[in-house]
Structure formats: structure tokens, C-alpha cells
């Protein structure tokens, strides 16, 4: 159902590669809701990816920029205020890679040169983006930034490995840039800490599939999806949460707050049932 939230605003949204990704469920959603929106990704998401796809169902354009890189961003950013005629209302980073994760290689045997480009493409990207945002002046006031995140960033969760870092590094930039940028602009900057979603790069976790399902017995109202996951993300566009800022926000069926739940403890004694 489309309430027209994000009627007139404009808005760029990084990370769609598949219909599965978050990204293109939000991009879907802001354009139900009235939105103008751009889609970027990678370089390479052109061959691999479908954004072509999503631009022509949405209305928009693609502009492929490497996130990490700072040229590419002034480009991009710069083109997107000229092509929907304005500056932006709100930015989307949905942007995770970590080629310790893809290579499966381990936490305590890490190999550096990896780690150095999981920060770079997972979080530095996001610090990259905002301090591109504001050189250009490119979010017009009360703009909404929401960027995505992941519980292991407080809380140790087996096979998330250097991830892990990166979002604690993401979800501190949120606050840390959400401070200057709200006092200066009154931009707010919000990350979503979402369930684990059945998309590429979620399933390029180490034992994701009993992530998902540990996740869904643990939480009261079950995993959330990528659909509700892009409802969610409208609502910090809106202008409805003008004062929410430097928050991480758990959109996640309760997980965050669980222990123990009856689902996941019958489920831990049929193990030991199973054993004798
Ligand atoms: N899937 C999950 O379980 C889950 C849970 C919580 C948070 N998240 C986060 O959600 C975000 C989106 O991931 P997703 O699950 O939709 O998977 P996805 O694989 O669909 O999206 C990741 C995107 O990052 C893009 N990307 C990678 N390197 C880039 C670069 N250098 N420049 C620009 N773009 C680049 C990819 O092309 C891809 O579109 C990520 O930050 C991820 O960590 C995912």
C-alpha cells in the first residue's frame, strides 16, 4: 500500500544488484511512495547485476560509481543533483563486501590486505559518501541518510568475521558525521540493523542458513524481511522521523532483546536428545 510518504522528495539510493538486495526493495518503495530516485552500484554490477531492470520499472537512472573511490562519488553525486533537478532528500547506503568472508578465510588467520578493503567498501564508503554529500551541498535540510548494519557489531555472532568490524566502524560514523551534519544542516544520519536476509551478500556468510534460522526461533515476531525491511527505511525518509538522528535502529523482530525463547530451547534439547 502506498501512502505517498516521499511525494516530491528526491533521493539516491546505492547497493540494488538483484531483487533480492535490499536496496532495490527500498528503490521500489520510494518510487511507490512518490519519490525521484537514482541507483548506483559498483562498476562491475553492471555485467553481474540487474539495475538496468530496476531503473526502467522506477524511472530512474543508473550511474555506476565505486564507493570506495572519491572521484567517482564527486561524479556521481554531482550528476544526481542535476539529474533530478535538485538536491537530495535522502541517501541509501546498502553496501557490504568483505573478501575474507567470500575467500572463507577465518578471523585468526586474517589476511590484512582483505581487511583493509572490507572497512574500505563497508564502512569507509559511508564516511566517503556523507563527506562527499556535504563538500558539495548536495542534501537539501532536514535530508535523511540510513545506512545498513548488522547486530555483530555489538554482539559476537560465529562466521560474521571482519564484517563484524566494519559495521561497528559504520554505525559510529552514523553518529559521529550525524552530530556535524545535524548541527549544521539538520541532516539526520540513522543506521538499520536488519535480520539476516536471504540476499548475495547475506548468503556469503559462514553457516548463514543456521544464522537465519537460530534468528527466526529466537525472535518473537520472526526474521524481517527485505520488503519489510524497505517499509522501514521509507519511514526515515519521511518526514515523520524529522528528529530521529544518530540512532541505530533494531528492525529485526525483536532479536536484539531476546536471550532464550521456547522455540530455540526445545529445538536445543532435541540436540541432546539426538545425542544419547
Ligand atoms: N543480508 C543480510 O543478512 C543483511 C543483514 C543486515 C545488514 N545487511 C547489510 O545490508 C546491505 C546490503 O546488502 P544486501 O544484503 O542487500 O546484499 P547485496 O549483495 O544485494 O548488496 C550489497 C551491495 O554492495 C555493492 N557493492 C559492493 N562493493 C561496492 C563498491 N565498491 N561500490 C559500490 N557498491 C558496492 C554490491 O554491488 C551490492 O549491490 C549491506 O550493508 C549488508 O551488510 C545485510
Keep these: 500500500m502506498a501512502y505517498k510518504l516521499l511525494k516530491g522528495k528526491r533521493g539516491l539510493i546505492f547497493g540494488a544488484l538483484n531483487p533480492k538486495s535490499i536496496a532495490w526493495q527500498v528503490a521500489e518503495r520510494a518510487f511507490e511512495e512518490g519519490a525521484h530516485i537514482m ?49 537530495l532528500d535522502f541517501v541509501l547506503h546498502s ?85 556535524i551534519y545535524g548541527r549544521e544542516k539538520k541532516v539526520r544520519i540513522n543506521t538499520i540493523s536488519q535480520s539476516p536476509t536471504l540476499t548475495t551478500a547475506g548468503s556469503g556468510i559462514k553457516g548463514f542458513g543456521s544464522l537465519y534460522d537460530f534468528s527466526e526461533r529466537m525472535s518473537p515476531l520472526g526474521n524481517a524481511t527485505a520488503e519489510e525491511c ?26 536484539s532483546s531476546m536471550g532464550m525463547s521456547e522455540e530455540a530451547m526445545t529445538q536445543y534439547d532435541k540436540s541432546f536428545e539426538e545425542c544419547k
Design 230 to 255: 524497505a517499509d522501514y527505511a521509507i519511514t526515515l525518509f519521511s518526514d515523520l522521523t524529522r528528529k530521529v538522528t544518530m540512532q541505530n535502529l533494531y528492525h529485526d523482530g525483536g532479536f
Design 95 to 179: 553496501i557490504g563486501m568483505s573478501p575474507n568472508v567470500r575467500k572463507d578465510i577465518p578471523y585468526d588467520n586474517i589476511n590484512y590486505d582483505n581487511y583493509l578493503k572490507t572497512l574500505d567498501v563497508s564502512a569507509l564508503s559511508f564516511h566517503k559518501v556523507l563527506q562527499t554529500c556535504r563538500k558539495l551541498d548536495a542534501i537539501n535540510e532536514w535530508g535523511s541518510v540510513v545506512a545498513l548494519t548488522y547486530i555483530a557489531a555489538t554482539r559476537t555472532l560465529y562466521g560474521y568475521n571482519d564484517m563484524a568490524d566494519a559495521k561497528a566502524a559504520l554505525e559510529s560514523i552514523a553518529r559521529s558525521f550525524g552530530y
Design 39 to 87: 541507483l548506483s552500484n559498483a562498476p562491475v554490477a553492471k555485467r553481474l547485476g540487474e539495475v538496468e531492470e530496476l531503473a526502467k520499472a522506477c524511472n530512474s537512472e543508473v550511474i555506476y560509481a565505486d564507493a570506495t573511490n572519491l572521484d567517482d562519488l564527486e561524479m556521481l553525486i554531482s550528476a544526481s543533483v542535476e539529474k533530478l533537478g535538485g538536491k
